[in-house]
């Protein structure tokens, strides 16, 4: 289920080198590599580059939960809140995507990201999503 969700990625995952490197709680755990493509200032990660695997994680964990669901369902991006939370240093980086809740026109989603130690947070995301069924 896995690679199928990695296939359901944006293509700028790929081109990021995002890999999902294993489980959380049933949702993928995704990460993506220090490059000078997401360096921000002097060896630490661009905002940007974090947010974009914040975002990649939430994704995945929509495509996981709708998978499972075996709904055929649409989403889209409503509104995103991130918080910075510590620079990220020149190292790869991790994230998860949380599903608070899951209704039938609306997602919100948790995602966050920590690079050495999975307690200490880099950065962390609040997410919507609408939803809509195939075919409306």
């Known amino acids: 289920m896995m690679n199928k969700v990695f296939d359901q990625l944006p293509p700028y995952a790929a081109a990021l080198g995002v890999e999902i490197l294993g489980q959380e709680n049933n949702m993928p755990i995704i ?3 220090y490059s000078d493509k997401v360096a921000g200032r002097p060896g630490y990660w661009h905002g940007g580059a974090m947010s974009a695997i914040l975002e990649m994680a939430a994704i995945a964990a929509i495509m996981t939960k709708l998978n499972m669901l075996d709904d055929e369902i649409s989403f889209k991006q409503v509104n995103v809140t991130v918080d910075f939370l510590r620079g990220g240093v020149q190292a790869p980086i991790q994230a998860v995507g ?3 809740r899951i209704g039938r026109t609306l997602a919100n ?3 966050v990201a920590w690079q050495d130690d999975r307690h200490k947070l880099v950065a ?3 997410m919507h999503y609408l939803l809509e069924a195939a075919g409306k």
């Open 31 to 33: 990460t993506m590599p």
């Open 98 to 100: 949380i599903i608070t």
């Open 124 to 126: 962390s995301a609040q």
């Open 109 to 111: 989603v948790e995602a």
